[in-house]
């Protein structure tokens, strides 16, 4: 079984920055896609970024297009989100999640992946 653990959440003021770390471990830890949801209180989880297994490929959610930066070391089967520019209307938990298939045409839905971390609380407020 795949555990998938998230860390580097936290408090931080609007224009500021935070940087996500998920660490995957146990058995079958190579993922094809690995990427970041995150969940706002009383909707959905909402995707936000993937890289391919390479790392050479990437693919975001529009609205953190520009801002975001994920990027993974399979040294240390560990995916990271580099948040820049963070707004309150980022303050969300975030997950980390992974799958079998990368693709780079349209967002990604939680269907799309079959191991998922517990979640970072982000909380971006001044």
């Known amino acids: 079984q795949v555990q998938l653990a998230e860390s580097g959440g936290g408090l931080v003021q609007p224009g500021g920055s935070l940087r996500l770390s998920c660490e995957a471990s146990?058995?079958?830890?190579?993922?094809?896609?690995m990427g970041w949801f995150r969940h706002f209180p009383g909707k959905e989880r909402e995707f936000v970024a993937v890289?391919?297994?390479?790392?050479?490929?990437?693919y975001y959610a529009d609205s953190v297009k520009g801002r975001f930066t994920i990027s993974r070391d399979n040294a240390k089967n560990t995916v990271f989100l580099q948040m820049n520019s963070l707004e309150s209307e980022d303050t969300a938990v975030y997950y980390c999640?992974?799958?079998?298939?990368?693709?780079?045409?349209?967002?990604?839905?939680?269907?799309?992946?079959?191991?998922w971390g517990q979640g970072t609380q982000v909380t971006v407020s001044p």
């Open positions: 999640a992974a799958g079998p298939t990368f693709r780079l045409s349209g967002d990604y839905a939680e269907k799309d992946f079959t191991s």
């Open positions: 890289v391919s297994w390479s790392g050479e490929m990437t």
């Open positions: 146990g058995r079958d830890s190579r993922f094809n896609v």
